[in-house]
């Protein structure tokens, strides 16, 4: 079965600071990974995705992702964060070959300081 | 183009009375998907169809619980009778090969009952 850990419940960093959000995940195959976030009484918004290919993806707001098969790992990166990007981030696994159902890790919150 | 679209986006409810939820997929996706998230659980997945066809049920915590997709652009999720338990944000979801499987949310429906 897939599953997906995101180890840091709440992280705090400054505004201009970089970010990275931890994710890693058990799968048995090639796995279809996303990033997801969700600002308070929202819906979630995808930011990006990796399905194959270059293991460095983009995604919007300026979020990036690597996917390491070797440390079954997708973290999630930003060069410099703005007050906007506080919210709840989430990772999730997909099926290889359908992307259809989604096993989402348990969230990070993260908060900016001005 | 629209995305998903849930209703109602608040409900409060009393214990024992019947909920309906209700979601239009966007157009031309052929799955969809009902996600529960509570701070406990986080996210879970309740049910996904495929074509308008249950595929998996699995996740549908008890016979309290049932959903229907008549049509290809509506679906919806019914609690019967509803307990204090249920107390959640519901989010519609949906895929297609027209949007590459990824999945995208509805603003979800947050459900008090007192």
């Known amino acids: 079965a897939q599953s997906v850990t995101q180890p840091d419940i709440h992280i705090t960093v400054s505004e201009g600071a970089s970010l990275e959000l931890r994710c890693n995940y058990s799968?048995?195959?090639?796995?279809?990974l996303f990033w997801y976030v969700q600002s308070p009484g929202q819906g979630l918004q995808l930011l990006l995705k990796?399905?194959?290919?270059?293991?460095l993806v983009q995604g919007i707001k300026g979020f990036e992702a690597e996917f390491k098969r070797s440390q079954s790992s997708f973290n999630l990166r930003k060069p410099s964060v703005h007050w906007s990007d506080a919210a709840e981030y989430f990772c999730?696994?997909?099926?290889?070959?359908?992307?259809?159902?989604?096993?989402f890790g348990s969230g990070t919150q993260l908060t900016v300081l001005p | 183009d629209a995305g998903v679209i849930q209703s109602p986006r608040h409900e409060v409810t009393e214990m024992g009375q019947e909920v309906t939820l209700r979601c239009k997929p966007i157009?031309?996706?052929?799955?969809l998907f009902w996600y529960r998230q509570t701070m406990m659980r986080g996210l879970e997945l309740l049910i996904y169809?495929?074509?308008?066809?249950?595929?998996?049920d699995s996740g549908m915590p008890e016979d309290r619980f049932s959903a229907k997709m008549p049509n290809a652009s509506f679906s919806t999720l019914k609690i019967q009778p509803s307990e204090p338990r249920d107390s959640a944000v519901y989010f519609c979801?949906?895929?297609?090969?027209?949007?590459?499987?990824?999945?995208?949310f509805g603003e979800g429906s947050w459900l008090t009952v007192v």
């Open positions: 169809f495929n074509n308008n066809v249950p595929i998996d």
């Open positions: 979801a949906s895929s297609g090969h027209n949007s590459g499987n990824t999945i995208y």
């Open positions: 999730a696994v997909g099926q290889s070959g359908s992307a259809r159902q989604l096993t």
């Open positions: 799968y048995g195959a090639t796995p279809y």
């Open positions: 157009s031309g996706h052929n799955s």
């Open positions: 990796y399905f194959s290919g270059d293991t």
